[in-house]
């Protein structure tokens, strides 16, 4: 079973910040969060991942609690095309560990 | 990031037949795919783990002899969907590892959309 709970759906006006929450209150020490979306009928695409500390790429930031018990992902600047289902997943670092997905956020972005 | 490509992108097949799904890593080996199935507006649901050089694990409630699984090479792993019937009908997508990248992130394929008639 998957380790995360995520709102079912979301919208968010273009140009505005989109924050999704995630919360994964049973995370092991030695689990990462890993942030992938996945826009309709293609295949998941990699957003960000973290441990505790805060992380910042080209596409997001992940903002991790102290407790680790939940996450949130933000988008600063919404697009259109980051219209997508957004999944917040939890697992240890190495090749061979599965990935459980879970429901996803639905995330629209609205003009 | 790697590339991580499928084959074909969508097929559609007669009841009974075989199908083969091939997934490819572009730009680096992976030792370790994993196939997904997704029905449409669910979650992606993990199939098996393919190993290169040996057998596949698959999960619980997924029949081997049915999505049978091979991963002969380093860069390219099938996934043949046997005796075919239309609630096989779903998208089929892989997932590899560059072994060689520190941020251990998995690539996702395009997927590979089934239609069984």
């Known amino acids: 079973d998957a380790k995360t709970t995520q709102p079912t759906s979301m919208d968010c006006a273009e140009g505005r910040a989109a924050n999704l929450p995630c919360n994964h209150s049973?995370?092991?020490?030695?689990?990462?969060v890993y942030w992938y979306r996945q826009i309709h009928s293609q295949g998941p695409q990699y957003i960000i991942h973290?441990?505790?500390n805060n992380e910042t790429n080209e596409m997001a930031s992940l903002i991790i609690t102290e407790d680790r018990k939940s996450s949130t992902l933000i988008l600063p600047h919404a697009t259109l095309r980051d219209t997508a289902v957004y999944y917040c997943?939890?697992?240890?670092?190495?090749?061979?560990?599965?990935?459980?997905f879970g429901t996803g956020t639905r995330l629209k972005v609205l003009a | 990031g790697a590339v991580v490509s499928q084959h074909p992108s969508r097929v559609i097949c007669k009841s009974g037949t075989s199908v083969k799904i091939e997934c490819r890593s572009l730009?680096?080996?992976?030792?370790?795919m994993f196939w997904y199935r997704q029905f449409p507006k669910k979650s992606l649901m993990l199939m098996a783990t393919?190993?290169?050089?040996?057998?596949?694990?698959?999960e619980q409630g997924v029949e081997k002899d049915k999505f049978l699984i091979n991963h002969a090479s380093l860069t390219l792993s099938t996934l043949t969907v046997t005796s075919a019937h239309p609630e096989d009908s779903s998208f089929y997508i892989c997932?590899?590892?560059?072994?060689?990248?520190?941020?251990?992130?998995?690539?996702f394929g395009p997927g590979t959309r089934l239609t069984v008639l």
């Open positions: 973290g441990l505790k």
């Open positions: 997932s590899a590892r560059d072994p060689q990248e520190s941020t251990d992130t998995q690539y």
């Open positions: 997943i939890v697992r240890p670092r190495g090749g061979t560990y599965k990935y459980i």
């Open positions: 730009d680096f080996q992976a030792t370790t």
């Open positions: 393919s190993n290169e050089g040996s057998k596949a694990t698959y």
């Open positions: 049973t995370i092991s020490g030695n689990e990462y």
